[in-house]
């Protein structure tokens, strides 16, 4: 059975930084590449990084500089580090796998991520990002 575990959330000072962990189960990175979504109250569901055994890691534009994603084979787990936070990365972060070149536009299709997720194993059941000014 497929299992995902995600942590690393909390509240932070504008600046500061946070880490995002996504341990999962069931599969290798071999087979899937996972990434990480966010929404914020009131906002659609954005895509903002994927990572890739088989290809360059995508980013968001408005994280682009300031997240990095990074995958740690020995524990099954994939980082999203997060650096110069601003209020505005202020939302609820979601891990999802998908099997290997899966296009970013298809990864993008979401338009809300707490709906979307149910019921399906490939999504984490989120954590809680809050950056205050």
């Known amino acids: 059975e497929v299992q995902q575990v995600e942590s690393g959330g909390g509240s932070v000072q504008a600046g500061g930084s946070l880490r995002l962990s996504c341990t999962v189960s069931?599969?290798?990175?071999?087979?899937?590449?996972v990434g990480w979504y966010r929404q914020a109250p009131g906002n659609g569901c954005e895509l903002v990084s994927i990572?890739?055994?088989?290809?360059?890691?995508y980013y968001a534009d408005s994280v682009k500089g300031r997240f990095t994603i990074s995958q740690d084979d020995d524990k099954n787990t994939v980082h999203l580090q997060m650096n110069s936070l601003k209020p505005e990365d202020t939302a609820v972060y979601y891990c999802?796998?998908?099997?290997?070149?899966?296009?970013?536009?298809?990864?993008?299709?979401?338009?809300?991520?707490?709906?979307?997720?149910?019921?399906?194993?490939?999504w984490g059941q989120g954590t809680q990002v809050t950056v205050s000014s």
């Open positions: 069931g599969f290798t990175f071999d087979e899937v590449d």
């Open positions: 990572g890739s055994r088989h290809s360059t890691a």
């Open positions: 999802a796998y998908y099997p290997i070149g899966r296009p970013v536009w298809l990864w993008s299709t979401v338009s809300d991520c707490a709906s979307f997720r149910v019921g399906k194993s490939a």
